[in-house]
């Protein structure tokens, strides 16, 4: 392998990045948009949901129980209810996802025994909101209720038995808001990473055929590892640069907690940048079209990263069949380390498992691809 050869390969590829506006759109404007979209549109938090509200009764204490739920930051009331109906309609509408009902004999009923209902009905077409608004609202009612027994005792000249209860004090750590996005933003980086890094790359050999330049290439006496060598230097930097933006973004834009070392970082970073540009090449190679070589580079890259790495959906409640089928799967090692890093602080010893698993991962990739391109024109 020469040295002279291998930049003059990589100064080709950089003019070809250079010349077509598709591929530089790729490598500088969708980075851009897919921080700003996944970084502000997808949000594993549940807050403000709307909510209707019939009270029955409306007294002074069935008020402030509605009143607690509005001055949460879980629920918002939209709407008050006077029938039945309404509430149907309201529900059939979307109008609000939940309703609170409150019987007319709320306040008797809590004076005479200590202890009333509250109804609430939810729209369980949005199963997972469903379920943690159903929290919330347990939660609200948790508070209150621990108020009104208090009230009920005091008045009724009686001590609260305190024998035997059981406080729970939690206590969180590594992501103390409780904030999703601290836990989507890193894995942000390896979407966008995996997406622009296969994408640039899966057209480097596939548009040599289409322009009718690859006769040249293969009359030369480079190599096919100075062939992908070259061709891949610039798209190496790209991908650097990309990540360095995306990274700077998450920290002093979106503010994620930072604990961890840079050079591990970098490090890993690299590593999983060699990988991706490893499957985009091998992609490229095998396939002649630029189209296709694009298409078969995003299902390869896009789908694993966002469905299969822990990136939306924690990998520890999928089946344990597709749980297998994840350790095949290279970005989850990837997000892992960058959650890591980011909210615990982890280092090198720490990594060790995901770390070499990418090192894996970067070893076949590229030699598979190295090995892939052979200097013969009737090569499929």
């Known amino acids: 392998m020469k040295l002279k050869r291998l930049l003059a390969i990589a100064y080709k590829e950089t003019l070809q990045i250079w010349r077509d506006p598709r591929s530089l759109a790729i490598a500088l404007l969708m980075p851009l948009m897919q ?15 709307a909510l209707c509200v019939y009270d029955q009764e409306n007294s002074q204490i069935s008020r402030a129980l509605v009143q ?7 629920f918002a009331v939209v709407r008050q209810l006077h029938n ?31 202890t009333a209902s509250v109804q609430a009905i939810f729209d369980a077409t949005d199963v997972n909101t469903t379920n943690i608004a159903i929290g919330y609202a347990q939660g609200v009612i948790a508070l209150v209720t621990a108020d009104f027994e208090r009230n009920w005792l005091r008045m009724h000249g009686e001590l609260a038995q305190t024998v035997g209860s ?8 590594f992501n103390e808001a409780l904030d999703s996005r601290n836990f ?8 966008i990473l995996g997406l622009v890094g296969a994408q640039l790359t899966s057209l480097t050999v596939s548009r ?3 322009r009718g330049t690859m006769e040249q290439l293969i009359s030369t006496p480079v190599t096919a590892l100075e062939l992908m060598i070259g061709k891949l230097m610039p798209y190496f930097i790209v991908g650097l ?13 979106f503010r994620v907690p930072f604990r961890g070392a840079f050079g591990t970082l970098a490090a890993t ?17 095998r396939i002649r079209s630029q189209l296709g070589a694009s298409q078969v580079a995003l299902l390869l890259t896009m789908l694993p990263t966002t469905l299969l790495s822990g990136y939306t959906f924690p990998i520890d409640q999928m089946p344990h069949f597709v749980q297998m089928i994840t350790y095949a799967v290279y970005p989850r090692y990837f997000v892992t380390i960058l959650r890591a890093v980011f909210l615990k602080g982890s280092g090198l010893s720490e990594l060790i498992g995901p770390i070499l698993a990418l090192v894996v991962f970067a070893v076949l990739i590229i030699r598979i691809a190295a090995r892939s391109f052979h200097k013969r024109l009737d090569e499929r």
């Open 35 to 49: 921080m700003g979209l996944l970084g502000y549109g997808v949000s594993l938090d549940v807050r403000h949901v």
């Open 68 to 74: 607690d739920f509005a001055s949460s930051n879980w």
């Open 84 to 114: 039945e109906a309404e509430l149907r309609d309201a529900m059939d509408r979307s109008v609000c996802i939940g309703a609170i009902t409150i019987a007319s004999n709320f306040t008797r009923t809590l004076d005479s025994s200590g």
């Open 166 to 173: 059981v406080d729970l004090e939690p206590r969180v750590m």
């Open 184 to 191: 989507i933003i890193p894995g942000v980086v390896a979407v």
């Open 208 to 210: 040599e055929w289409e």
């Open 241 to 253: 640069v990309d990540a360095g933006f995306c990274l700077i973004a998450a920290i002093f834009w």
């Open 269 to 285: 970073t690299m590593l999983y940048t060699l990988v991706v540009l490893g499957i985009g090449y091998l992609v490229s190679v």
